[in-house]
């Protein structure tokens, strides 16, 4: 397994993501091409396993939900994804993929 592409500016940091929704739970299952791959137990309608991601997301890297901004995908299970705050060593650390 490689690791995710992170962008990091000043701001925060920006990844892609593949999104599997409907799952048992939400959890982060790996890097898949580059891209952090998150299960999310929310169905993919009207929005809510975007908003289970953020949810997960802002919980896991202890960040507002407003620091969390879904960038392009908003209808596809492949998204860009802004976390502001953050360095991309949080962001792995903080999801387990440090190890990777």
């Known amino acids: 397994m490689s690791k995710p592409a992170i962008q ?17 739970r939400t959890t982060v299952a790996g ?9 999310v137990a929310a169905p ?3 929005g809510k396993a975007n908003q289970c991601l953020v949810e997960y997301l802002a919980g896991q890297l202890g ?16 998204k860009q994804i802004r976390i502001t705050g953050v360095s991309a060593d949080t962001l792995l650390t903080k999801l387990g993929l440090n190890a990777l």
């Open 63 to 78: 960040v507002k939900k407003n620091q969390i901004d879904i960038l392009a995908g908003q209808t596809n299970p492949v």
């Open 31 to 39: 890097v898949l091409q580059d891209m952090v791959k998150i299960r």
């Open 8 to 24: 990091e500016d000043a701001a925060g940091v920006v990844f892609t993501a593949k999104i599997v929704p409907g799952s048992s």
């Open 44 to 46: 993919p309608e009207k």
